[in-house]
């Protein structure tokens, strides 16, 4: 549910260029990426707390509460360390989002209008977010880290869930968290940037 981490890519887009990580260029790409998975992996927390708490409310209740808390969940600091190209794609989604969430308020709409305007706001958010999200291959990227979580949440209790995702929110934003770099162009193990604080 978070903008520019697991939407669909369907629209194509430059790869990245490889480039060695030993290189200063290559160092400000990894710095760049790191902080790329460090939105990523906030969003799908706040996703997630989201959704436990609102379990067993309408969905349409659910999406909007999403949207609202990822809007406000990401502090500036923490975007302000990422690629200029995926700030800026970021804020069009943002602003985006902002609409759908306006409009959604101010208009009375049954669930058949409902369902149309969230599928036009998720259609401009994607082709907005495609580029940069192939460049930086945020859907696989995604899915891997998404994976980790599920993995060690799967095990615990619903308010088990809340406790350990808002510690793991709060470090995240303090910069508290050991966020290592991961092998993910050459093994594929996105995963491992969250061994460090799934336990």
Known sequence: MCPLSSRAQD?????????????EEGKALERGREAIDRVVVLGNIIS????LEMEGREMRDVLMALYANHQAGVPP???EKCPPDYRKTYEAVREETGKLLDRVRKEKMDDVQ?????KEFY??????????GEKYRLKERSISLLEALN????VLEKEEKIKLLQRMKDDLIAGKME???AAEEADGEAAGRLKVFVR
């Open 77 to 79: 600091q923490m975007l």
């Open 11 to 23: 629209i194509a887009a430059p790869s990245m260029a490889n480039v060695d990580l030993e290189t």
């Open 114 to 118: 409902f369902r149309a305007a969230f």
């Open 151 to 154: 993995r060690k949440l799967r």
């Open 123 to 132: 259609i401009r958010t994607n082709e907005i977010s495609a580029p940069v």
């Open 48 to 51: 997630m707390i989201t959704t």
């Open 179 to 181: 966020f290592p770099g």
